[in-house]
């Protein structure tokens, strides 16, 4: 008994947290996942960008038989064709994603939901539908047809929504990366917490074997 009294308490190993962030870097599956907020705030948006897009431009292009049907037809072509893109990302990610062929945390990074390729797409909504409703104000200001006032107002509260909505975008694609931004400078003073809960899952394990050896010992 006296033995068993003199041995030593255990001790974690030193590199054990860098052992247990290499065995979690190796789940390439799991990347993907991660911040699953982040990840369905901005598919939540994507798909809300894709249906008021789609929808609005079908609108302006099932009008193009009124007077004003050349600008009709540009801006819902470009409402369209601006939707199908953001479709056609989502479609990509997640079929990178199923077929697992990135092993490469950056580029995983950038082409999940929430990363870099989806701030870039939003940047991308944003401006093309500020310049579509810049141009239809310069053009409704520009016209000078007082015979035909229903179209100029079509033309201006189309614009004028359009200038809103860009704006919107833009403010709210500005907030989503001063938030990111700061979240990621607190923490990075602080250890990930799946690092820690699986610490105190390896010390448990690690009691265990102690407790089972010293039970072999008596």
Not at 102 to 114: A, P, V, W
Request: proline share 5%.
């Amino acid at each position: 008994m006296s033995s068993i009294d003199e041995l030593p308490p255990p001790r974690a190993s030193p590199n054990q947290e860098q052992i247990q962030s290499n065995a979690l870097e190796e789940h390439t599956e799991l990347w993907w996942s991660r911040e699953p907020v982040r990840s369905i705030l901005c598919y939540c948006f994507s798909v809300l960008l894709i249906l008021a897009c789609g929808i609005g431009g079908i609108v302006l292009l099932s009008t193009t038989t009124s007077p004003s049907g050349e600008w009709r037809m540009g801006v819902g072509a470009t409402l369209c064709i601006l939707a199908l893109l953001i479709l056609l990302k989502q479609l990509l990610s997640s079929a990178i994603q199923d077929m697992q062929c990135l092993t490469r945390r950056e580029h995983i990074n950038m082409l999940k939901s929430g990363g870099l390729s989806d701030s870039l797409v939003f940047l991308i909504s944003s401006v093309v539908i500020l310049v579509c409703g810049v141009v239809l104000l310069a053009l409704s200001f520009s016209v000078d047809t007082p015979g035909v006032p229903p179209i100029l107002f079509t033309m201006h509260s189309v614009g004028v929504s359009m200038v809103v909505v860009g704006i919107v975008i833009l403010f709210g694609l500005f907030i989503y990366i001063l938030v990111i931004y700061c979240r990621s400078c607190v923490s990075s003073r602080y250890h990930p917490r799946n690092i820690g809960v699986f610490s105190i899952s390896g010390q448990l394990h690690q009691r265990q074997n102690t407790t089972s050896s010293l039970a072999n010992l008596i």
